[in-house]
């Protein structure tokens, strides 16, 4: 079975921190991205990559950057966590074929920043 | 991208047909629709694509209008475990694209 891992279920972390997300997927997925989830606001899209050491802004990157040093690991860092950075956070990766944007999600980290 | 439109909520008896209704009335002919859905505390999971013509796999059918204008999405025997956050979501075929989801449809499957 297809597999996309998110290093923490649950974490809890203070204002000013510096928070690591990992990903790990091993599909041999060219494409990832970081998108959070709020209540009322549906999923927004952070960054994704289409390849190793790319990366594109999505939606709301402002406050966040990430990494993709390796094809199977996409990181999203908050530099200097905030409280409303708070949120469900959930990677996902997806083959680049022409026909198909299926996209595999992992099952999300809830980061609470206090 | 097209954008979509779908009712919030919607409730089903659990064994009855499940039809979802998705408008993406500005749709391009190079965008395909696409349907997730996210079950509670849990990532979103695809479940079927098309661009004009019908579609059907394990988990459900999607119908489109010929004027590709409006879809819907069934779940032939709706059961409790189908209750979840239905998303519609239109995209191009090719590019470097980020699928963008809305609000989605609440489907609530009652007993």
């Known amino acids: 079975d297809v597999k996309v891992t998110q290093s923490s279920r649950y974490l809890v972390k203070r204002t000013g921190e510096k928070v690591f997300l990992e990903c790990v997927q091993d599909?041999?997925?060219?494409?990832m991205f970081w998108y959070r989830q709020d209540p009322g606001l549906g999923l927004r899209l952070i960054y994704f990559s289409y390849d190793v050491k790319m990366k594109e802004k999505g939606d709301i990157p402002e406050g966040y950057s990430v990494s993709r040093e390796k094809k199977e690991r996409f990181s999203l860092i908050l530099e200097s966590a905030s409280t409303n950075q708070t949120s469900m956070y959930l990677c996902?990766?997806?083959?680049?074929?022409?026909?198909?944007?299926?996209?595999?999600f992992g099952s999300g980290t809830q980061l609470s920043v206090l | 991208d097209a954008k979509t439109t779908q009712p919030p909520s919607m409730d089903c008896a659990e064994g009855r047909a499940a039809n979802l209704p998705c408008n993406h009335s500005?749709?391009?002919?190079?965008?395909?629709v696409y349907w997730y859905r996210q079950i509670h505390s849990q990532g979103p999971q695809y479940i079927i694509h098309?661009?004009?013509n019908n579609e059907t796999n394990e988990m459900a059918s999607l119908i489109i209008t010929e004027d590709r204008k409006s879809s819907t999405l069934i779940l032939p025997h709706a059961t409790l475990r189908d209750t979840a956050v239905y998303y519609c979501?239109?995209?191009?075929?090719?590019?470097?694209?980020?699928?963008?989801f809305g609000s989605g449809t609440r489907l609530q499957v009652q007993p």
């Open positions: 996902a990766s997806s083959s680049r074929t022409a026909t198909n944007e299926k996209l595999f």
């Open positions: 500005t749709i391009s002919g190079n965008e395909y």
């Open positions: 098309g661009l004009k």
């Open positions: 979501i239109v995209s191009p075929i090719t590019g470097r694209r980020a699928l963008t």
């Open positions: 599909m041999d997925h060219e494409n």
